[in-house]
């Protein structure tokens, strides 16, 4: 069965260059040896507000920070993964037809997903919690 590479979808194929600004695409690094200070040079922004207009860098966090930074920045690494995973089975849809296997094993994958953004939200969040004391 001859398989696609790639959905003709514009947000999938631009939207990765985007995220790529902020470590997308690194999915075949071991997050154990992950260069968490650079990652996190990426991704800091998001914590910015205007109470704390600048962020620490990672060797500037307390310890309970830098373990949160890590977890936020391990979620958002498996939450990209997931989403190579639900890219695939869809494509896999599009080029083998669709069968109840096919939509099955995308439907768990878009669940998994879904579960990897949601923990990714509540990472963030404690993270957000962390910061917001310090400052």
């Known amino acids: 069965m001859a398989q696609a590479a790639e959905l003709p979808n514009k947000l999938f194929a631009n939207g990765r260059g985007v995220l790529a600004k902020f470590g997308y695409g690194r999915l075949d690094h071991d997050p154990a040896v992950e260069d968490w200070p650079a990652m996190w040079d990426l991704l800091k922004g998001d914590f910015a507000v205007a109470a704390r207009p600048e962020v620490p860098s990672f060797g500037q966090l307390g310890a309970a920070e830098q373990a949160a930074a890590m977890d936020y920045m391990r979620r958002r690494i498996e939450a990209d993964h997931s989403l190579e995973i639900c890219e695939r089975l869809h494509v896999e849809l599009f080029a083998g037809g669709i069968d109840t296997a096919r939509v099955e094993r995308y439907s768990a994958a878009r669940e998994t997903y879904e579960t990897c953004v949601e923990e ?16």
Do not use: I, M, T
Not at 120 to 135: D, H
């Open 120 to 135: 990714f939200g509540e990472a963030r969040e404690r993270l957000e919690a962390l910061l917001r004391r310090k400052s």
